[in-house]
């Protein structure tokens, strides 16, 4: 059955109920979806006052204040180590904190193959302390060997006296992989392979050859996962961390490198690369000096073969930064809220930027205004930059907040102009196709901050929908995703408090309003004079509808201090059903737990939702967290599947 939302904040203050079973807080929800992805066709585009004139930027330099260091998503290194030294937490709350969703499994120790990015275009010149081989050619100890591509797909492999040396007998081979005759090395450097580099050798464990990309020679490294580990953990998390109770925070970035680095398929010729657009690899050493770390090689050999899988059991591309800022952005991954990323230098930062910079770069004439015009909606200021606009004498521009970012090399897109407007949030839906906690299934925006939300089955199609009613207008969305109002309809006014369900048990639900007891019901999605015109319950009341009996008709109900008062009839309403559930405060709502047909009762106090099977009093059922404390509670089924309905949310309304 289809449930209307009765918004948190047009809930009055209450007088205590009864329901003894009902504990008085919950602990936070581990919803915290990305907003970052709704879009508001609704929101009114920002406007200068009519007639202002444009003024000279006041100052020589744009100051910004902002938060994090790096993309966001995922999992905060910063934020690991505060939630490792601060709050004691071990490697696994940590990764259940930042990959919502997820689960560790295990993936057996294999080859991963890495394009080392700093040879692109170069020649393979190998060497190594002891003998190694080039395809079927040995080379001896101390010598050294170049590896070129033929035009025919083939390799020349012409071994050296060192890695200047002067060339011997050049040979033609249909292999170019290179392998040292130590298999296991351990960390003697002189034993593993060494590309022969202007600034010395670097060494690598594994093997080392030749491929070819737009016809460019690429150098490619084939290591077990475990050994590749040893050169990125320390590069990507400093090892020191373990001295001063950061261990649990390099397992997680053990377990997070692993699991990045087994979901990527970068190219045909290497799975990932070796630079921050990947995951930072220098190989095993640096002209013999280890590039490698007995600490972090402790948080690899913990953790071994530990990944993060999705419930289908595929590995998570588990992103990672530096520093989140307070909150992660969201993406693969429900966004949270960090406080771990207390412990980071670059929690919060300051910059500036030349004005006559920014009028250079962008061809706006004499700066008049720079200003954030939208942003994600998670953590101070609003969150994430997601679009800027800069002012000028002579024109005006848009840009991402990422692109600006990029522009001026800013530590992150959380960022703000000091003194200059914050823009609206964008509102949105986060609803779960289960009556329990976890990640959204579908989150994304719809109308304005101010809307009374609401969700019901406009169209008949099984599955509920998103709504809005805005100052005596519905705005009716036919599908749950970001975009434009499908049916607008004017009915009610200011102040009504918007419902909605299948009056007539047509199959199809249509809009009302409640005004201080009286009810108005329209039987489609029409303006016009109510088809059903009555009262019940009185000014205070909150409404509430739903089916209550299994006729296929949806009724009011009213909850008054904690107290139920339910009836079966729209046209001559009388109380039905009356009982106590809940306490002053809560959030009422009704659905269908269990597909039975008959809708029953629910309040959601803070984070919580407690369900009840039947129209009675009593312990709930069913009890779990989802959303946040400022979050409201709205009910439906979102997929069509069944006849129970399942939870959802709604944030910034």
Not at 489 to 497: E, Q, S
Not at 521 to 534: K, M
């Amino acid at each position: 059955m289809r449930r209307s939302l009765f918004p948190l904040a047009v809930i009055t203050a209450l007088v205590a109920g009864v329901l003894s079973a009902l504990p008085a807080t919950a602990q936070d929800a581990d919803l915290a979806p990305d907003a970052a992805a709704a879009a508001d066709a609704l929101a009114a585009e920002p406007t200068a006052p009519p007639g202002a004139e444009p003024a000279a930027y006041p100052t020589s330099s744009v100051q910004l204040t902002g938060h994090g260091y790096g993309h966001g998503r995922g999992m905060g290194q910063w934020g690991a180590y505060g939630y490792a030294t601060d709050h004691g937490w071990s490697h696994e709350q940590i990764v259940n904190h930042y990959y919502g969703g997820t689960d560790l499994g295990s993936k057996s120790n294999t080859t991963i193959t890495v394009r080392l990015t700093a040879q692109d275009g170069r020649n393979l010149v190998v060497t190594s302390g002891r003998d190694f081989t080039v395809a079927d050619v040995r080379v001896a100890g101390g010598s050294a060997a170049r590896i070129e591509r033929r035009s025919d797909g083939q390799f020349t492999i012409t071994p050296m006296y060192g890695c200047s040396g002067a060339d011997a007998t050049p040979r033609v081979r249909s292999s170019s992989t290179v392998t040292s005759t130590v298999p296991s090395p351990g960390s003697d450097q002189a034993a593993m392979l060494a590309l022969c580099t202007s600034s010395g050798t670097t060494q690598y464990r594994g093997s080392l050859s030749l491929a070819e990309s737009d016809g460019s020679p690429r150098t490619v490294n084939s290591v077990l996962m475990e050994d590749y580990l040893r050169s990125v953990v320390p590069k990507e998390s400093p090892a020191s961390w373990a001295d001063s109770g950061g261990a649990a925070a390099l397992r997680a970035q053990a377990v997070a490198a692993r699991s990045y680095a087994y979901s990527e398929n970068r190219y045909d010729y290497a799975k990932t690369c070796d630079t921050t657009s990947c995951q930072v690899y220098s190989g095993a050493g640096l002209n013999r000096i280890s590039q490698e770390d007995s600490r972090t090689d402790a948080a690899i050999s913990a953790t071994a073969n530990r990944v993060i899988v999705y419930p289908g059991g595929s590995i998570a591309r588990a992103e990672f930064s530096s520093s989140t800022g307070g909150h992660t952005a969201g993406g693969d991954f429900p966004a949270v809220s960090d406080a771990g990323d207390a412990a980071s230098p670059y929690h919060d930062w300051t910059d500036s930027i030349p004005v006559s910079s920014i009028q250079s770069a962008y061809g706006v004439g004499s700066l008049t205004s720079i200003q954030v015009t939208a942003r994600n909606g998670l953590g101070e200021d609003g969150g994430r930059a997601r679009t800027v606009r800069i002012v000028g004498s002579s024109r005006t521009v848009e840009l991402t907040g990422d692109e600006f970012r990029l522009d001026w090399g800013l530590l992150s897109d959380w960022y703000s102009f000091p003194g200059t407007p914050v823009p609206p949030t964008t509102p949105t839906f986060h609803l779960r196709n289960a009556l329990a906690g976890g990640p959204a299934d579908l989150s994304f925006g719809f109308g304005r901050q101010d809307d009374v939300p609401l969700a019901c089955d406009w169209d008949g199609n099984g599955s509920d929908t998103a709504g809005v009613f805005r100052a005596g207008t519905f705005h009716l969305r036919n599908s749950n995703s970001a975009g434009g109002a499908n049916l607008t309809v004017a009915y009610g006014r200011a102040g009504d408090v918007p419902i909605c369900g299948d009056w007539n048990a047509d199959g199809v639900d249509t809009i009302g309003v409640y005004r201080g007891g009286s009810l108005m019901l329209r039987n489609t999605n029409t303006g016009g004079p109510a088809e059903i015109s009555t009262h019940y319950g009185r000014a205070g009341d909150q409404p509430v509808v739903g089916d209550w009996n299994g006729d296929g008709y949806e009724t009011i109900g009213v909850v008054r201090a904690a107290t139920w008062y339910l009836s079966d009839s729209n046209r001559t309403p009388v109380t039905s059903y009356q009982f106590s559930y809940g306490v002053a405060g809560d959030q009422p709502l009704a659905g269908d737990w269990t597909g039975s047909g008959r809708d029953t009762v629910a309040i959601r106090r803070g984070v919580t939702f407690y369900l009840r099977n039947a129209l009675s009093g009593g312990p709930a059922e069913t009890v779990f967290n989802y959303g946040t404390a400022t979050d409201a509670g709205v009910m439906g089924n979102w997929d069509a599947q069944g006849g129970a309905d399942s939870v959802g949310v709604t944030r910034d309304y």
